[in-house]
């Protein structure tokens, strides 16, 4: 390979978003209760991948841990492959079509891209996908199961990602509250109530260590990216720093996992409230010119994120970076959703559910994945964080475009 072990060369032991793996092994318990530069659950994972290796005394090594973690993505890769498969049969495909979409997602270079990257993406795009299945299974037959899988995989991606914040997670349990109170008492109900309350967790938590309700410490430069605002060292020294996020930092240091960028981040969200409140026009009119930034990032293909021997060696890989990039993608993702409306209206309560996951996610991705510090504020990740919300999208628009022949067909028929 290229990279020697890897598909690509970053190991998951040196990301910006984890922990080292000596770390991890030294300190399992005390690491991720005061890990503050991302949510806990790919370093969990990491962590329990090497626990047989730990027990039978092997050498833990960075190489060892990320083999683990390869073996864990294939397997992820392979469930992903039946959810899409389950999501175009909710979407009224049928069972060939189903087949079909699936293998596409299977070889589509974007995908085989971001499986073998060692980061939480893969992570993140499986829950997801799992929770608005699930959520899409639950509207139709009503079964709990269904609701508590859904439930508890969109409490885990919230454990994933900072782009799950309480932004997202104040509405869905205002939501769920409102339901659950104008529905039947029950102990089924009770217990999705209490699933949805669990979403508050990981927020509260780092509440009361960090003082501040983040579940990365980048969220601050992603809040003043949003707005297009640079402070001064000057606004950035004056803020007054809880001694409890002095303390609790100090308590596991490793990598960004440090001091100084719990410090950074508390002083950046700070001035990013106060500028918010003092200048609320000024920032407002910053958030389109964040979005389109972050807009014209996200178009690009998936699978040049990062230098990848997988997906790069396919031999449809140059026609699938044209396919699924620029102004093509979105023609796609219009003829299919205008396919889909043709075939079925508003009347899929499926599509609606996948359309309005899709939407707030993905206003999500546009608005907060820009960062201050940079040349003109044109540093952001919204092409790898897109790819959250790609599973989804590519199943509406494989199935729309086979509704879109359909009525095309059937026009020219008649």
């Known amino acids: 390979m290229k ?32 890990l503050h ?23 833990i090594t960075e190489l060892l841990s990320d083999r683990r973690l390869y073996l864990f993505h294939a397997i992820l ?18 069972r060939l079509e189903a087949v079909a979409v699936s293998i596409l997602w299977s070889i589509y270079p974007g995908n085989v891209a971001m499986a073998t990257y ?17 959520g899409v299974c639950w509207l139709v037959s009503k079964k709990n199961k ?15 990602r900072s782009l799950f914040q309480i932004q997202i997670l104040i509405p869905t349990i205002v939501i769920a509250s409102w339901i659950y109170l104008k529905s039947e008492k029950s102990l089924a109900n009770a217990v999705k109530f209490g699933i949805t309350l669990c ?4 927020p509260v938590k780092q509440f009361l260590l960090f003082g501040s309700f983040s579940t990365s410490t980048f969220v601050g430069v992603q809040e003043l990216g949003m707005i297009q605002y640079n402070p001064t060292q000057d606004e950035l020294d004056k803020v007054a720093i809880p001694s409890r996020l002095i303390i609790n930092s100090q308590r596991v240091v490793s990598k960004y996992n440090s001091p100084e960028n719990a410090v950074a981040n508390y002083q950046q969200e700070t001035v990013f409230r106060k500028r918010i409140i003092a200048s609320p026009i000024d920032s407002l009119q910053a958030i389109p010119n964040t979005i389109a930034t972050s807009a014209r990032k996200a178009l690009s293909a998936t699978q040049d994120y990062q230098p990848n021997v997988a997906s790069n060696r396919l031999p449809w890989s140059d026609i699938s970076r044209w396919l699924f990039s620029g102004w093509r993608y979105v023609a796609l993702g219009i003829i299919g959703l205008a396919g889909q409306l043709g075939r079925f209206g508003w009347r899929n309560k499926s599509l609606l559910f996948m359309l309005a996951a899709v939407a707030v996610v993905g206003s999500q991705i546009l608005v907060g994945s820009v960062r201050f510090g940079t040349v003109d504020f044109n540093w952001t990740e919204s092409n790898r964080l897109k790819f959250i919300v790609e599973p989804i999208v590519f199943c509406i ?9 359909r009525l095309l067909r059937g026009t020219l028929r008649r």
């Open 37 to 59: 530069v991302n949510p806990p659950l790919f370093d969990l994972v990491r962590l329990l991948l090497i626990v047989p290796d730990r027990l039978l005394g092997n050498d």
């Open 146 to 160: 269904d609701a508590y899988l859904g439930l508890t995989a969109l409490l885990l991606l919230s454990w994933t």
């Open 199 to 202: 979403l508050l967790f990981l």
């Open 397 to 405: 628009i494989a199935v729309g475009l086979t509704s879109s022949v």
């Open 118 to 134: 060692l980061d939480p993406t893969y992570l993140s795009m499986f829950l997801f996908l799992l929770s608005v299945n699930r």
């Open 3 to 34: 990279f020697g072990f890897y598909f690509q060369e970053t190991s998951a032991n040196v990301m910006m978003q984890t922990l080292e793996m000596r770390t991890l092994v030294e300190h399992p318990i005390a690491s991720l209760w005061y």
């Open 77 to 94: 890769f392979g469930v992903v492959v039946a959810l899409v498969y389950s999501t175009v049969r909710e979407l009224n495909g049928t």
